[in-house]
């Protein structure tokens, strides 16, 4: 029997978003600097000939809202991975979930892209790179970040990647306010809000010296359409201002919000204080790879 495959699906923060257009197709421009995290689901993949082609797909871990059956975005996956590649394989996959669903971390945009580049290796030459990118961009928006994940300037609707050297080891605590948001949501609340969209900028830099200059850059233009959409994130910035955090942002969509703390002893410690439930906290570290 062909041993499994197994791998580490890192989540991700945003440290800072700009809208920056909108296209014709409804779409919007974006700018943002993708870091991973050590967060991470993890994924065991078998996959094997077959006469007929078939996706098994199980789910565990401590994730409550993930799917469990075949509309599992890692289970599509590898659905669109057999339609692409015309191969008929029998592919069992097995997933832990420990990022949080529909929070803006990029957890299932990991997890699919997790299993294109495992099918990819065990089926050598069926996906050409630029192929594999091209299916990763129809999964999700974040999907090609994560096939490549490292910190990254990210730009258009997640298609143009740009990784960035020299961004620091981040010591963080991530909240969530115990509810999901739907990225479609937060864009139509953006959109009500009637925003002018940010001029297109450089990619920045990264530095835990300056406090004005890091809260300027974790700047989201999603979070006032969050807020309105989810009160609770106000009260949670709140939350990590007054635990120490350096600055705090939103990561993506929402509803998570991250505090940076000097070191990991002040995050562990901003995190030992209970959140009122449901509300979640949990320390993390974003670095050069996940």
């Not at 871990?61 to 659905?79: L, V, W």
């Not at 096939?147 to 080891?169: C, K, Q, T």
Request: hydrophobic content about 50%.
């Amino acid at each position: 029997m062909i041993p499994p495959h197994r791998v580490r699906a890192p989540a991700k923060v945003n440290l800072g978003l700009r809208v920056v257009g909108r296209r014709t197709d409804g779409y919007h421009e974006l700018e943002s600097l993708f870091v991973p995290l050590d967060l991470a689901d993890e994924l065991v993949i078998f996959s094997e000939p077959a006469a007929e082609s078939k996706v098994s797909f199980a789910l565990g871990g401590d994730a409550p809202g993930a799917p469990s059956d075949a509309s599992n975005i890692a289970a599509r996956a590898a659905e669109l991975f057999l339609e692409e590649t015309g191969l008929r394989l029998d592919i069992t996959i097995a997933l832990r979930k420990f990022t949080p669903v529909a929070a803006g971390l990029g957890g299932g945009s990991s997890d699919a892209a997790a299993v294109l580049l495992a099918l990819s290796e065990r089926s050598p030459g069926a996906l050409p790179s630029e192929r594999l990118r091209a299916l990763a961009l129809r999964l999700g928006a974040d999907v090609p970040f994560f096939l490549d994940p490292r910190p990254s300037w990210v730009r258009g609707i997640g298609e143009r990647i740009e990784p960035i050297a020299g961004v620091p080891s981040l010591a963080l605590v991530l909240a969530g306010p115990g509810e999901p948001l739907a990225t479609k949501e937060v864009f139509r609340a953006y959109d009500a809000l009637a925003a002018a969209p940010a001029a297109p900028g450089p990619a920045p830099a990264v530095r835990l010296d300056d406090p004005a200059a890091l809260t300027a850059l974790l700047h989201n233009d999603l979070e006032a359409a969050a807020v309105r959409l989810c009160p609770a994130i106000r009260r949670l910035r709140g939350e990590l201002v007054a635990r120490g955090a350096l600055a705090v942002g939103m990561s993506g969509s929402g509803p998570t919000l991250f505090g940076i703390f000097e070191s990991p002893a002040a995050a562990f410690a901003a995190a030992a204080i209970p959140l009122q439930k449901p509300a979640w906290l949990r320390v993390a570290t974003a670095r050069e790879s996940g």
